[in-house]
T-cell receptor, first 115, second 113 residues
Framework: AQSVTQPDIHITVSEGASLELRCNYS??????LFWYVQSPGQGLQLLLK??????LVQGIKGFEAEFKRSQSSFNLRKPSVHWSDAAEYFC?????????????FGKGTMLLVSP | GAGVSQSPSNKVTEKGKDVELRCDPI?????LYWYRQSLGQGLEFLIY????????KSGLPSDRFSAERTGGSVSTLTIQRTQQEDSAVYLC???????????FGQGTRLTVV
């Protein structure tokens, strides 16, 4: 079965600095990949997705992610972090079973933004 | 509705009682997911519906948990004889079809005392 690893549980970034959140997946073929953000007390909001095509995908709120097949990675980036970006970020992959598929999440990375 | 709606938003129940959590997906969405989110545990997959059928129930933690979906729309997650370890946020998501992005509700925060 497919799986997702987010190696960083917490990351602290200064406001205005750049950000990169790591995500590694395990899957043999081209995966369907997502990044979601969850603000405190809120549900999850989709930031961006990759299905095929251009490996650099743009999302909302100034985020982008790059699919690298050779590294089995789909890291999330933002050039300049704002205090409002403090939240928990989840990487997800579509998992294929026999006859159906579902959505598997990593354990999340909590982003803290310092002044 | 405009988004996925879950009710109640908060539920406090006594240990041993049964609870029902409701999810109203976005109209027309055939895929529906239930996840459980505990502090520091990420999102734990519970069950997935495609239409009214649930091809994957493997995530349900025990036989005290069950879920159904009727009319390809509303879904109910039922927890019988609740235990303190059931305390968590239960998230529902829906998607047009599988393999597309899932849209999440705000969740139901369940506290078992």
């Amino acid at each position: 079965a497919q799986s997702v690893t987010q190696p960083d549980i917490h990351i602290t970034v200064s406001e205005g600095a750049s950000l990169e959140l790591r995500c590694n997946y395990s899957y043999g073929a081209t995966p369907y990949l997502f990044w979601y953000v969850q603000s405190p007390g809120q549900g999850l909001q989709l930031l961006l997705k990759y299905f095929s095509g251009d490996t650099l995908v743009q999302g909302i709120k100034g985020f982008e992610a790059e699919f690298k097949r050779s590294q089995s990675s789909f890291n999330l980036r933002k050039p300049s972090v704002h205090w409002s970006d403090a939240a928990e970020y989840f990487c997800a992959v579509v998992s294929f079973r026999e006859g159906y598929s579902t959505l598997t999440f990593g354990k999340g990375t909590m982003l803290l933004v310092s002044p | 509705g405009a988004g996925v709606s879950q009710s109640p938003s908060n539920k406090v129940t006594e240990k041993g009682k049964d609870v029902e959590l409701r999810c109203d997906p976005i109209s027309g969405h055939t895929a529906l997911y239930w996840y459980r989110q505990s502090l520091g545990q990420g999102l734990e997959f519970l069950i997935y519906f495609q239409g009214n059928s649930a091809p994957d129930k493997s995530g349900l933690p025990s036989d005290r948990f069950s879920a159904e979906r009727t009319g390809g729309s509303v879904s109910t997650l039922t927890i019988q004889r609740t235990q303190q370890e059931d305390s968590a946020v239960y998230l529902c998501a829906s998607g047009l079809v599988v393999n597309t992005e899932a849209f999440f509700g705000q969740g139901t925060r369940l506290t078992v005392v």
